[in-house]
């Protein structure tokens, strides 16, 4: 499983971004994606995870400001950002979990930085 993601940038707080992370390779055997970001300093932690079923989880930080979306036709994830507030400001990665071979996969990191 490869994953390749985009849409990482530079906004200003209060707007928005949309970030994409596209899978190729064995893409019927993922299971859950996500978003997990790592702000400067600190530990990986998770912004949001959705299931093959649709089933969604998320951070109580991101909560109603971020919403996690896929489209399994085109074995993409999305993570549309709302509100954005400098805290947000991170290396955003995106995440994809194959039960059968107990495995995590990882794309390459987008930098979102939001300012003040």
């Known amino acids: 499983v490869q994953l390749q993601a985009s849409g990482g940038g530079l906004v200003q707080a209060g707007g928005s971004l949309r970030l994409s992370c596209a899978a190729s390779g064995t893409v019927f055997t993922i299971n859950t994606m996500g978003w997990y970001r790592q702000r400067l300093g600190k530990q990986r932690e998770l912004v949001a995870a959705?299931?093959?079923?649709?089933?969604?989880n998320y951070a109580d930080s991101v909560n109603s400001r971020f919403t996690i979306s896929r489209d399994n036709a085109k074995n993409t994830v999305y993570l549309q950002m709302n509100s954005l507030k400098p805290e947000d400001t991170a290396v955003y990665y995106c995440?994809?979990?194959?039960?059968?071979?107990?495995?995590?996969?990882w794309g390459q990191g987008t930098q979102v930085t939001v300012s003040s």
């Open positions: 959705i299931t093959s079923g649709g089933s969604t």
């Open positions: 995440n994809a979990f194959v039960p059968e071979r107990g495995m995590n996969y």
